[in-house]
């Protein structure tokens, strides 16, 4: 259950059951993984740092690289990459592409360029055949506005063969399940839905969303 409410954003709420949980039924490794992961996804940082130093001053269990983790997208998530930096290094394991991953995910997000280039090529060495890596670099490049670095990598990703995945969801209505894959113009309907993204974008722009294009995102991804 405090997963489900992790996974929905609830946070307030998961925490909430995880106190609730402890008068009865002492936490192990799995139910911190989920707490904590909904810290992170409530943006609940005191709470997320309290309970990840309990694991071991309450409960005596060692944090394993999964907590690590979580708390990394916590720090991550929040802004606060120096200290995502600084819990990495000090890490009694040796982080791995994960790890690392959601580190360079942070800085595309917050736009930290300094950070997102000195590990992201490191990153690619570390997990060369995932495509990922790769676009997260070439997009943190292009933030910079450094466009031949950007290129670089993107001719490195396509010498190794490494493919990106396209972006996929599905949504069921009416019985029916409609599959939207990046890119795809396929869908039997898809000018009615083009018309209603032009809609919505017109009616943000009405209530004053100045919504600006990431050009580098487009063309890299």
């Known amino acids: 259950m405090i997963d489900g409410l992790a996974i929905h ?9 995880f106190h609730q949980m402890q008068k009865r039924v002492k936490p192990n490794s799995i139910t911190f993984t989920a707490i904590l992961t909904a810290c ?24 394993s690289i999964e907590h690590y983790g ?26 791995n592409a994960a790890i690392w991953g959601a580190l ?11 950070i997102g280039k000195k590990f ?3 990153l690619i060495e570390m997990d060369p055949s995932h495509g990922g890596r790769y676009i997260q670099l070439m997009n943190i490049n292009a933030l910079e506005g450094e466009w031949g670095e950007a290129v670089k ?10 493919l990106k995945i396209p972006g ?21 309907r898809i000018n009615e839905i083009n018309r209603m993204c032009d809609q919505i974008m017109e009616r943000l722009k009405q209530e004053g969303y100045d919504y600006k294009c990431k050009m580098g995102d487009l063309l890299l991804e």
């Not at 990598?153 to 490494?162: A, D, F, L, N, Q």
């Open 9 to 17: 954003g609830r946070g307030r709420e998961a925490l909430d059951l």
């Open 40 to 63: 992170s996804h409530g943006g609940l940082i005191n709470q997320g740092k309290s309970i990840f130093k309990s694991m071991k001053s309450l409960h005596n269990l060692n944090p």
């Open 70 to 95: 979580c708390m990394v997208d916590l720090f991550g998530r929040a802004g606060f990459l120096e200290e995502a930096e600084e819990l990495i290094e000090k890490m009694p394991m040796k982080p």
């Open 104 to 114: 360079l995910n942070a800085c595309q997000l917050h736009r930290n360029i300094k």
């Open 120 to 122: 992201g090529t490191d």
């Open 153 to 162: 990598v993107r001719h490195k990703m396509k010498e190794r063969g490494v």
């Open 168 to 188: 996929l969801s599905l949504i069921r209505l009416n019985g029916i399940t409609h599959e939207f894959i990046a890119g795809d113009v396929t869908h039997p």
